[in-house]
Structure formats: structure tokens, C-alpha cells
């Protein structure tokens, strides 16, 4: 029986190694213009991953990145002067993860998470600032492979075989833009004197398509302006002049991905990396940019039989490594979680919330049977003006902010998830409103997003080719030169042909004249001598 076999061709991503850092990073924040103010108190201390910088090198990955730090702060001043203020400041971070296999030429996919953050007053000018921080990084390869399927013509036995589950990455693309739009200041709501910051989440309702050659992505990002009121001489003294107000930013994209097809799957990545602002039409509109980068990767799942071994001296196999993520099961789910927030009973009742804010921190995820365990510690911040008394001196700073952390903990259902295997998670802030229930109570709700990925890593040799030798002529007819014509199939080299009819490349050459052995056309004609390589000189395998 003739012996034929199946092959797919698959783009994969060959996994190299990964390793995780933890780094912890002081450094002192000065205001940084001489117009701001001395600091009498601090509000509230932001921090956030501005932007990464990842290159491979030789042995390993140099990981750079920028925090941005923002402070809002009570001024020192004098009584009746607008007393909150803001600057940003900046923490810069580098490492180099050991990643022994590395090469300049591979590609990475790097995660770094701020695990905690705190400060100290250090004088009127100074904020002393400390970021923990966790680096994941995981080096790989894009590799085309030939995979073997399927094989007969052999005893079944003869074929071993392994179900593999992999993502066949079609295509990539990174695509940076700015995204512009309109904010306006409600009618209840004063003129604007001056932006303290503009701020905005994560892409909420978030759509992705795959159309043929593109993703689309769409959505919309909630923008927050915290403002100082433009006040007047007939406002009465003391008025409060911070406010502030919330809009929507529209973003839709179409990014290119040649291969891409409406039946595959996408990861897509949105991330913010600068806000800008301009104040217009009489100071009542901010006009607001955002410089906007998206990720998409375009995979198309396939759950193949691969070949990894043929016990038979009928043919020779090639062989490779493959060292992949097999993909377990992915979900992605929204919840929405309350969490009242009490007035330490050092601050003064509340007249009126201005902001509230949510930070994720020290979020990990554990592989359990039937799926993944999602945990994260949330950090509640609520920004307030006081409810102040007609006994307060006028002036009286009426700005406060407090935070309280409290936990969070998701079960994600991945049913073939197996405890032992390898998940990543995200989570992601979509929206915070903070409703006042009293004087002394803020009712928190945080809507996430989250999602979970199990993988297994797997590492198995596996088929790539199958070359189909001839049977060992009798060593009789051997002392008979023989010879054979040959037309050269799709695929074929001298080296595969050598080994199919148990001769050589340097015999199929002298015999045929060829000035270049490594160019052969479909169709081609050899001779092929025979009895080139004795029966005895052949290394056998057992036939099972």
C-alpha cells in the first residue's frame, strides 16, 4: 500500500522563555513651575503606567518605561485665593529580564502592573514618591510550520499521534492616532478659569469586528474636566470655585490586517497615552484630544492531530521542536460591585461630591478545575467639598479627599481549565460613580471588565516531513547498474529525493550534470542511479 500523509502549514507563536520582575521605585516630585504655589496639604496622589519601551536583546529583554504622577494639593495661601492645584511629575523605571534563548531578531509581549503606590510630604515644594512595581515578559518567535496530520499506508500502530489545541496568528498590527472632541460645561455648571486635569477610563462598550483585511474597533471614552471656577468680585466670599463635569469622546477605527476574515478571532488593546485640552467657545467647551494606540492580533484557532513520531523503516522523518501556549479557554465578563465609602472621622461632612476614582492594584489570577479565580485590591478615592458652617472663617478651605481599600474577587468559568495551568488576566476600570447617601457615606460602583485566559505550555517534537525511501533492492540486481527517471514534484530538494531512492545527492548530481544542486525546477527530469548505498550501511528502525 502506498504511503501518503496530510500536512497544514501554521504561523505560530514559538515560545522562547519568560520571567517575572518585582521593582520598587522612590523618587522625589518637585513642582515644576515657579506660578504654583507652595504645598500645605496633599489631596490626592495619582499614579498610572504612561508608556513602555521593550527591546530584545541577546540573552534577554530591557524593559523602560514612564509613570505619570499626578498631585492635587491645598495651597498655601493667603485667605480668599483659589487654594487647589495640580502638577504632574514623572518616574522612570529599567530593567533587564533574563531571558537566556533570546534573540535581537524575536519579538516580546511585556505586562508591567503597578502592584502599589504611597507618598510622603517631604516640604511646601516636594512630594517623595513609591511605586511597586510587577514586569512580566515573555520572549517568542514567529515561526511558519509544516505540521504532519495524518499518515497512511502505515499500521496505525506505527503513528504516534497528540491532539493540539494552537492560534494560528494570522496577522498584527500596531496603529497609533488622535482622537478629538467636545466637552461642554453643563448650564448649572460656572465658566472655566483654568483645567486643573482632564482625565478619562478605559474604552467602554467596546466593539470589535473582523471584517475581511481589517478589525474594526469602536466604543466610547468617558472624560472627566476637574476646573477652577472663573469667579467673580460679586460671588459671595469662600464661594467654592473647583467643580466637576464629565463627557464623551467618540473613537472608531478600522486597522488594517491583510489576511484578516470575519470567522477569526482578535485581541485587541486600547490604551490612552496622553490627554490634551483646550479651553474655547467663552470658556463654557474644552476641546479635548487623546493620543490613542491600539494593539490588534488576529488569530485563527485550530485544535489539530499532529504527528510527533513513525516507528517504520519505510520512511525517514524531519523533525522539529515546537514549543507553543496551547490554548485552554478565554471568557471575558462585566460586573458592576458597591462599596460604601465612610468619612474618616477626622473630615468634615459632605456638601458635594466632586470626584470619585478607583485604582486597581496587586491583581492576580489562579487556575482552578473548571476555571480561573480573579482577585485585585480596588483603592476607593472620593475628592469633596465640605459641608462648612456659618461659624467657618470665610475662606475656609472646603476641599477634602479621602480613600478606602477594599477587595474584589471573581470565579471565571473555563470549563477544560485544569489546576497547574498558566493564566493571564485583565482587568479593566470601565466606569465609577460615587453617590452621596448621607452627609458621612459615599455608595461606590465600579463597573470592570475582566478577562482570563488559560493556556498550557507545551513542548513535543513533531513531524514536519516524511520522506518515502525505496525497498533495499537484492544485492544481485545491484551488481547490475540500474537506473531510474524522476519528474521533481512541488517541494521536492536533492536531499529528499537522495533519501527516497537510497542514494546520494553527489550521485544524483555527476549523474545529471548540474551546475546548481540547489535549483530544481517542477517538472524537471533526473536520472537517478541506483544501489548507490548498501542494505547493510542503513541504519534500521524496529518494524512494532
Given amino acids: 500500500m502506498a504511503i501518503n500523509f496530510k500536512e497544514e502549514q501554521v504561523r505560530v507563536e514559538y515560545v522562547i522563555g519568560e520571567d517575572t520582575v518585582r521593582e520598587s521605585i522612590t523618587k522625589e516630585v518637585t513642582i515644576p513651575v515657579t506660578e504654583k504655589p507652595d504645598i500645605e496639604r496633599i489631596l490626592e496622589v495619582n499614579t498610572k503606567v504612561e508608556s513602555t519601551e521593550v527591546t530584545v536583546e541577546e540573552g534577554g529583554v530591557t524593559i523602560d518605561g514612564v509613570i505619570e504622577v499626578g498631585v492635587m494639593y491645598v495651597a498655601d495661601t493667603t ?46 515644594r516636594t512630594v517623595e514618591v513609591t511605586v511597586v512595581l510587577k514586569k512580566f515578559a515573555k520572549v517568542f518567535d514567529y515561526r511558519q510550520m509544516t505540521i504532519i496530520t495524518d499518515v497512511t499506508g502505515i499500521r496505525e500502530e506505527l503513528v504516534e499521534k497528540e491532539l493540539l489545541r494552537i492560534e494560528n496568528v494570522v496577522g498584527e498590527n500596531t496603529y497609533q492616532v488622535v482622537v478629538e472632541g467636545i466637552v461642554d460645561v453643563p448650564t448649572v455648571k460656572p465658566p ?43 460671588d459671595t466670599p469662600g464661594t467654592q470655585p473647583v467643580h466637576f463635569f464629565e463627557g464623551g469622546l467618540t473613537f472608531s477605527e478600522v486597522i488594517d490586517v491583510p489576511d484578516a476574515d470575519e470567522d477569526m478571532s482578535s485581541f485587541t488593546e486600547v490604551k490612552v497615552k496622553r490627554w490634551d485640552y483646550t479651553i474655547t467657545n467663552g470658556n463654557r467647551q474644552v476641546e479635548v484630544r487623546a493620543v490613542i494606540e491600539v494593539f490588534v492580533k488576529v488569530t485563527e484557532p485550530k485544535q489539530v492531530m499532529v504527528v510527533t513520531g513513525i516507528d517504520s523503516d519505510r520512511v525517514e522523518v524531519e523533525e522539529e521542536l515546537l514549543r507553543v501556549e496551547e490554548v485552554i479557554g478565554e471568557d471575558t465578563v462585566s460586573e458592576t460591585i458597591t462599596e460604601d465609602l465612610i468619612v474618616p472621622d477626622v473630615k468634615p461632612n459632605i456638601e458635594r461630591i466632586l470626584e470619585t476614582n478607583a485604582q486597581l492594584s496587586n491583581t492576580t489570577c489562579i487556575v482552578e478545575d473548571g476555571g480561573v479565580l480573579v482577585t485585585s485590591e480596588v483603592e ?44 493571564h488576566s485583565d482587568i479593566e476600570i470601565k466606569k465609577v460613580k460615587g453617590n452621596r447617601l448621607n452627609n458621612r457615606t459615599v455608595e461606590m460602583v465600579v463597573t470592570l471588565r475582566k478577562f482570563a485566559k488559560v493556556t498550557n505550555f507545551r513542548q513535543l517534537t513533531i513531524v514536519t516531513d516524511i520522506v518515502v525511501v525505496s525497498p533495499v533492492v537484492d544485492r544481485d540486481e545491484c551488481e547490475r547498474p540500474s537506473k531510474i527517471i524522476y519528474v521533481v514534484q512541488a517541494g521536492d530538494t536533492l536531499y529528499k529525493i537522495a533519501k527516497r531512492y537510497r542514494t546520494t545527492v553527489d550521485a544524483i548530481v555527476d549523474a545529471n550534470n548540474l551546475d546548481n544542486p540547489d535549483y530544481l525546477e517542477v517538472g524537471q527530469k533526473l536520472i537517478i542511479p541506483r544501489c548507490i548505498i548498501d542494505d547493510r550501511d542503513q541504519p534500521r528502525r524496529p518494524r512494532g
Fill in 380 to 423: 476607593g478615592s472620593v475628592l469633596y467639598v465640605a459641608d462648612t458652617t456659618a461659624d467657618d472663617s470665610p475662606g475656609t478651605q472646603p476641599v477634602h479627599y479621602f480613600h478606602r481599600p477594599f477587595n474584589i474577587e471573581n470565579f471565571i468559568n473555563i470549563p477544560e481549565a485544569e489546576a497547574g495551568m498558566s493564566c
Fill in 79 to 124: 485667605e480668599g485665593d483659589q487654594p487647589v492645584h495640580y502638577f504632574h511629575g514623572e518616574l522612570t523605571f529599567s530593567n533587564f529580564v533574563d531571558i537566556p534563548e533570546a534573540e535581537d531578531y524575536m519579538s516580546a509581549y511585556v505586562d508591567v502592573d503597578i502592584l502599589r503606590s504611597s507618598y510622603d510630604f517631604i516640604d511646601e
Fill in 192 to 234: 472655566i478659569e483654568r483645567v486643573l486635569k482632564v482625565d478619562g477610563g478605559a474604552l467602554e462598550d467596546k466593539n470589535v469586528e473582523i471584517t475581511d483585511g481589517a478589525v474594526i474597533v469602536d466604543g466610547q471614552f468617558e472624560v472627566g474636566v476637574m476646573y477652577v471656577a472663573d469667579t467673580t468680585a460679586d
